[in-house]
């Protein structure tokens, strides 16, 4: 059984609360900040029982030592504002800002330290250094409530094994994120249909295989799709490849014929002169992606549309869909339709619409729809996959009884 806050209180203690608040930036803006409103029910959840508060989170992939683009700094001032009332941001993490900051925390006051992969020891691949850096955290804090769900898929220090380090609770939002998990896997109502997309190829290939045997539909585009159409012999021009990853496809294109899975894939791309904005762009079948005036120098960036047609019937016919990664390179206004299409069925489902994940959900948030408009929007792409999946999730497992 998961520990939860229930029934818990943490009044005149000092809580390190591990959130993740790995947000999209650009030029030092947040572009979506999505996950820091998901983290604040329990982060006011806390305040108000009168708790002190260290947030802790990761953001970006920095190598294991400070690096200014990837601070949290402009969360600080994000999440200031989001929750009305004072953020005292730490400049280090374990190190002497931080344990001032942590001495100094009243009851009902919030700190956010500085991002925790700048140190080595939170992602590290060795044990021992996970463990020292876990216990230097550990030393902050009387406990652990551990909410960031887009993370619990990592066994790294801060959502490993400073959990069993410390008196450790799962948080609301992952409380809540499971919820919504649980019905998309005991017994969801059929046709249920996943959609997968997104440029992280060979992470999402994989994921195929275990999907199969639990979905009705599987639905694929974005910059996978050019690695399947090039395992079913067709030439794919510039557009995103993974030459070893070819073997993969033919292997789960198999697999499904045999259970009976319906996989849906685009029969026309939209072709680009060139990986821009304002790149020139044809549409053509997709297996005949280079007889474009581009020719073998055209590159995919979309599904086109008549595929976005396809897969939005399918989308809004299914009772129960997860949707995880964009259709193709939404952020640039011409080769946003495919993604539109899919979201906008996905609001028209009769039943549960899931978007998976961060890059998804600002994905949709991005080509302004509400919120509201879907069944849920979950904080964690890669991290609801490895769930449905069926993988056991480490941040997850070492919160259970
Ligand atoms: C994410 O955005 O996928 C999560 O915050 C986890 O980050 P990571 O993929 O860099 O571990
Ligand atoms: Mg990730």
Known sequence: MLRTLKGQSFAGKKVILRCDLNVPLKDGQITDDGRIRASLPTIKHLVDQGAGVLICSHLGRPEGSPDSKYSLAPVAERLEELLGQPVVFAQDTVGPKAKAAASLLSAGGVVLLENLRFNAGEASKDEVERKLFANQLAELGDALVSDGFGVVHRKQASVFELAELLPS??????????????RLTLNPERPY?????????????????HLLPKVNRIVIG??????????????VGKS?????QIETVKGFLAQASELGVEVLIPSDIVVASGFAPDAEFEVAPADQIESTRFGADGIGLDIGPESANRFAHAVASSKTVFWNGPMGVFEFANFAHGTKAIAQALTEVQGLGVVGGGDSAAAV?????????FGHISTGGGASLEYLEGKVLPGLEVLND
């Open 240 to 244: 995103l490849l993974e030459a070893d």
């Open 222 to 235: 974005g910059g996978m799709v050019f690695t399947v159409l090039a395992a079913l012999g067709n030439k």
């Open 169 to 182: 609770y799962a948080g609301l939002l992952i409380s809540n994120e499971l919820e919504v998990l649980e």
């Open 193 to 209: 249909t996943v959609v997968l997309g997104g440029s992280k190829v060979s992470d999402k290939l994989g994921v195929i295989g």
């Open 365 to 373: 948030r991005a080509l302004g729809f509400e919120d509201s408009a």
